[in-house]
């Protein structure tokens, strides 16, 4: 069956680290993005890539940085310049490459990270 | 900048009662989507809208467009316990895609 894939499900951070957030398609969709989702925030964008080898920031982009070397792979690195990352992190794909309404969203079931 | 406000924040029903969730935009959408998160889960797609004054029905939920194309609204007929989540609009621009704060809904059996 085709779908995203995210790991870790769950992640614990130290103040200070870096961390890795995997996200894995195989639906052969052109556009990935990555989302952060806060209570009663809604998602927010963090970065969003049309094709391979290329990526634009969202909304929220600050602290997080991203790498599209292959069609299937969007990984996320939060860094430790992001202030709060305590949150729930949604990868999606998408079809078609561009950040429309038209475009219909798939998401994986998302990653937790909590910093102690 | 292009905003969709989405209202009510929470709604605690009793199964059977109905349920509306109404989204707002100060300017015009080019298309309108609707997902629904289950509690620890992730968002999924319902249905997407496009035309002016659309309405479409997926058994109990009835989702509309606004004539404006500035509004829409997801209505919830019966509410079942299979029902709870919280539900997410998405309000599509020329080259953007914005998502409400979300609703979530809670139904009392």
């Known amino acids: 069956d085709g779908g995203i894939t995210q790991s870790p499900k769950y992640l614990f951070r130290k103040e200070g680290q870096n961390v890795t957030l995997s996200c894995e398609q195989n639906?052969?969709?052109?556009?990935m993005y990555w989302y952060r989702q806060d209570p009663g925030q809604g998602l927010r964008l963090i970065y969003y890539s049309q094709i391979v080898n290329d990526f634009q920031k969202g909304d929220i982009a600050e602290g997080y940085s991203v790498s599209r070397e292959k069609k299937e792979s969007f990984p996320l690195t939060v860094t430790s310049a992001q202030k709060n990352p305590t949150a729930f992190y949604l990868c999606?794909?998408?079809?078609?490459?561009?950040?429309?309404?038209?475009?219909?969203?798939?998401f994986g079931a998302g990653s937790r990270l909590t910093v102690l | 900048g292009q905003q969709v406000m989405q209202i009510p924040q929470y709604q605690h029903v009793q199964e059977g009662e109905d349920f509306t969730t109404y989204c707002n935009s100060s300017?015009?959408?080019?298309?309108i989507q609707w997902y629904k998160q289950r509690p620890g889960g992730h968002p999924v797609f319902l249905i997407q809208?496009?035309?002016?004054?659309e309405v479409k029905k997926q058994k109990r939920l009835t989702f509309q467009f606004g004539e404006a194309k500035k509004n829409s609204s997801l209505h919830i007929t019966a509410t079942q316990t299979t029902d709870v989540g919280t539900y997410f609009c998405a309000g599509g621009f020329n080259n953007d895609m914005r998502f409400g704060a979300g609703t979530r809904l809670t139904v009392k059996p």
């Open positions: 999606a794909s998408s079809i078609v490459g561009r950040l429309s309404g038209a475009n219909v969203l798939t």
């Open positions: 300017t015009t959408l080019s298309n």
């Open positions: 639906l052969n969709h052109d556009a």
């Open positions: 809208l496009v035309k002016s004054g």
